[in-house]
């Protein structure tokens, strides 16, 4: 095989633009998107090049990141020329995709749904499409003292992209693990960031903040969130689904990145999409469950389901539907038929 050269990347987010770009230019790659925001689509394609910021001890260093092309959706003709393809548009919306990978080479869904890629294998009937883990908390925006240089710069941790090994060939700096071992990886993802991020997030919304870092600084959120990532942790290791040093270590990483004052991680982008956070298979209530099934009351994890519950943002459709679906069935009848939380 040889080395992937040509990136093709559906979505040009925080994960998209704020990571995998960067990351795969530092190893020679040429990055395009396909990207639905007219706004940023055109300013993209405009600039041609972008700074990406990335958060080193109590400072940024920075990488610029040339962009070969930026399509609007359904513009791209010959997927199979592009050497790996990248999804990173969110659980929602990449499966309208699938027929767009049918006859792509190889695709990596960074979606955060373990089940995305064989979702994808399925509807597409392309077999190469893999799960890809991006271990970092990014951001699509950056400080205004950043946007002055460049309305395009991105903020985010080094990180750790974690693949599921397969028909590509990528620098072996890059981590490609089996499917099996990539699962350790996804459990502690899951259950030990995107649950207490999420929980952060709704809390802080409540409480009118704007990044996560703000919110963590709150002593009565932070008490909340450590609770929980404890409760959560606890029960990945009891239940045998995590190494209790590689659990314990994952904890210590999360509550120091959410802490991390340089980050700038908006809170309605990390409350986005309530309702499916909310999902009986989804991160919170899982999160609820594990503890349960451990012996455990999740007092902390329920705070926070609490907070979802009552995140109202008018901005976010999900948000407005949830706060319409509260008014006319009220909370018990949504955490019974929604989240699947029997009283």
């Known amino acids: 095989m040889a080395e992937v050269k040509r990136i093709l990347i559906y979505g040009a987010g925080a994960i998209g633009r704020g990571y995998l770009a960067p990351l795969l230019t530092r190893h020679g790659c040429e990055i395009s998107f396909v990207e639905r925001d007219t706004r940023l689509r055109e300013r993209l394609m405009k600039q041609r090049r972008y700074q990406a910021a990335f958060t080193a001890d109590d400072s940024y260093s920075y990488i610029e990141v ?18 790996l393809v990248f999804s990173a548009v969110g659980p929602n919306n990449c499966y309208d995709l699938a027929q767009e990978f049918r006859h792509a080479r190889a695709v990596i869904s960074c979606e955060n749904d373990s089940d995305s890629a064989r979702k994808l294998r399925e509807l597409s009937g392309n077999k190469k499409i893999y799960f890809g883990i991006p271990d970092v908390i990014t951001s699509s ?11 395009l710069t ?28 990539l699962e350790e990886h996804w459990l502690c993802k899951l259950f030990i960031h995107n649950a207490p991020h999420a929980i952060i997030a709704y809390l802080g919304w409540l409480k009118g903040y704007c990044y996560i870092h703000e919110a963590m600084a709150d002593p009565a ?51 986005r999409e309530p309702l499916r956070k909310l999902d009986q298979e989804n991160r919170l209530v899982l999160a609820a ?13 329920a705070t926070g389901i609490r907070a979802a519950l009552a995140y109202a943002n008018p901005g ?4 407005v539907f949830l706060q319409n679906l509260r008014n006319s069935t009220g909370d018990r009848q949504i955490l019974k038929t929604h989240c699947g939380i029997q009283f």
């Open 141 to 151: 925006s950056a400080p205004p003292a950043l946007l002055e240089k460049d309305p």
């Open 154 to 181: 991105t903020v985010s941790e080094q990180g750790v992209l974690v693949l599921e090994a397969g028909d590509y060939q990528l620098p072996a700096e890059i981590l490609q693990l089996s499917t099996e071992a």
């Open 66 to 83: 040339p962009v070969n092309h930026c399509f609007a959706p359904g513009e791209v003709t010959g997927i199979e020329k592009y050497d």
């Open 221 to 271: 959120i932070a008490r909340v969130v450590e609770g929980a990532i404890s409760e959560i942790t606890e029960g990945l290791i009891q239940t045998g689904m995590a190494a209790p040093g590689f659990a314990q270590n994952y904890k210590e990483k999360e509550l120091s990145r959410f802490r991390d004052k340089l980050l700038f991680d908006p809170i309605d982008r990390v409350a």
């Open 316 to 319: 976010d459709e999900e948000a």
């Open 289 to 301: 469950r594990l503890c349960v099934f451990t012996g455990r009351l999740p007092f902390n994890v």
